[in-house]
């Protein structure tokens, strides 16, 4: 689990510039609920060694009435899910009532939060900042968004409060499994536990017609563990001789005294899904085509490494025209997931539900398959063959052993000569080589380059 960062404020203050200094906007998630349109944004951060879920909630003037008291409530909601909660101000315009309203909302809230004064880059930040004292939530984190001053700081301070909550907080993969024994041992570990699938998507895609379904034919044991809304519930289920975790982001099985405020769908839930599954089931509604959300979704699912299966959903009573145009459609908007399995299902007549599996099995053997060192030496030295990597400041690059550095997703380490400087296209073709080489099928597949042997 990672920790989830909220980042509240009326608008201006800097928490856009914030949000895209701590994550790759490439990968913000949109929060669209119907007739709430407020632009709340998630994505995944890794800063400074620290990888968490940050949010930014949108702009709240903390006076708002009528409908935009709804809009705000909404936004608002995502400080419900937060672990940390960083109020910005603006230290340059000085304390306004918007900032006293969200102040007054925020002291409600059984929560830390830290007020943090942006901006400060060539002024006197001590004093323009003393102001917001009288906010009453304590101590003052000067920053300047915008060049990342103060960042690290704030986020170390704030983020280390709750890091034995956390313990993954600081794993990043590049240290996880930096050599062969520690893949090694990674690998005995997933196989020796149940396969953990994710049912993710968008809501009223049918996740929890297509989890019922799929609990319908087994034989289910169901936890009824503590935890907040936020959390999934976790089912224990066995198919074909096989032991599975169903993280179920869709509560189909309902916690007792889940509060109702908060929206059935959540995204830090989902997120949460994503990392923590082995595999991801992401269900696509064949009659809404891919929405922006299943591409952001989608772009989770590869930044967190998952082996993944695409469930394109409702594929009853559809006309065999809008069947060719959908498929069309999911060609063109999925190439860069196609090491994904495709399945047409209808989760309501449970047609196409039994192959899933095929391809959740496939694709966590995928995952999860020894690669050995001569093999992947091998195969590198072959496709080196087949086409040379170029010259870089008139020298030749060279590869020269390659090594497993971790599974699910497979982590190929290879060292070499000038490695550094190699241009993306040939690291992607050195991938797709593997890929091929390996047969492998539903998972992405890792690169890292080492310089020197
Ligand atoms: P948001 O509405 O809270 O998301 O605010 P934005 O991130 O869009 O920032 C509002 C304005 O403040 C933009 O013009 C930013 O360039 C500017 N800004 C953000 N951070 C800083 C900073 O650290 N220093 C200065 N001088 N300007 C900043
Ligand atoms: P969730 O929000 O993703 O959990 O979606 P639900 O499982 O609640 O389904 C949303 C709606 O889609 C419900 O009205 C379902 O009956 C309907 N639905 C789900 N699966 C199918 C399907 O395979 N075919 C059709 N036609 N409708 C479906």
């Not at 794993?171 to 930096?178: F, V």
């Not at 996740?207 to 087994?218: A, D």
Request: net charge negative; charged share 25%.
């Amino acid at each position: 689990m990672l920790p989830v960062v909220a980042l509240v404020g009326r608008p201006n203050v800097g928490k856009s510039t914030l949000f895209n200094r701590l994550t790759n906007t490439r990968d913000a998630l949109v929060a669209d609920y119907p007739g709430l349109t407020r632009d709340r944004k998630y994505g995944q951060a890794k800063y400074d060694g620290l990888q968490f879920i940050v949010v930014d909630t949108g702009g709240i003037t903390g006076d708002e009435e009528g409908i935009d008291a709804a809009m705000a409530e909404q936004s608002l909601l995502a400080v419900e899910e937060a672990d940390v909660v960083l109020f910005l101000v603006d230290a340059r315009a000085g304390l306004t009532p918007a900032d006293q309203g969200i102040a007054n909302y925020l002291r409600k809230q059984q929560k830390t939060v830290y007020v943090v004064a942006n901006k400060v880059d060539g002024i006197d930040g001590d004093s323009e900042s003393a102001e917001f004292f009288s906010l009453g939530l304590g101590e003052i984190h000067q920053i300047a968004a915008a060049h990342g001053r103060g960042v690290s700081q704030l986020l170390e301070l704030s983020l280390s409060k709750i890091e034995d909550n956390f313990p993954d907080m600081r794993a990043t993969e590049n240290t996880r499994n930096d050599d062969e024994e520690d893949a090694e041992a990674q690998l005995a570990r997933l196989q020796s536990l149940p396969i953990k699938l994710a049912i993710v998507g968008k809501p009223n895609v049918g996740k929890s017609t297509l989890t019922n379904r799929i609990l319908g034919e087994e034989r289910v044991v169901v936890y009824d563990m503590p935890g907040t809304t936020r959390d999934s519930i976790f089912i224990p289920m066995e198919r074909d001789g096989r032991e599975y975790v169903l993280i179920d982001t869709a509560g189909v099985r309902k916690r007792k005294k889940v509060s109702d405020a908060v929206e059935k769908f959540s995204i830090v839930k989902t997120l949460q899904a994503i990392e923590e599954a082995n595999v991801v089931l992401l269900t696509i509604d064949a009659r809404e085509g891919i929405a922006d959300q299943d591409l952001s979704l989608l772009g989770f699912v590869l930044n967190a490494g998952r082996s993944l299966v695409i469930a394109v959903n409702k594929w009853d009573g559809l006309d065999k025209d809008v069947k060719e145009d959908i498929k069309r459609e999911l060609d063109r908007r999925l190439g860069f997931v196609d090491f994904a399995r495709l399945h047409f299902i209808s989760a309501l007549h449970g047609t196409g539900v039994g192959h899933l599996f095929e391809s959740v099995q496939e694709a966590y053997a995928s995952a999860t398959k020894r690669i050995n060192t001569s093999l992947l030496t091998k195969i590198m030295e072959m496709a080196q063959e087949d086409h040379q990597p170029p010259l870089v400041r008139g020298r030749r690059v060279k590869m020269k052993y390659a090594h497993a550095g971790g599974y699910n997703p497979p982590v190929i380490v290879i060292h070499g000569n000038q490695v550094d400087d190699l241009p993306d296209s040939y690291k992607r073709y050195m991938m797709n080589y593997y890929r091929k080489s390996l047969e492998t099928m539903g998972t992405p597949i890792r690169i890292e380059f080492r310089e020197g042997a």
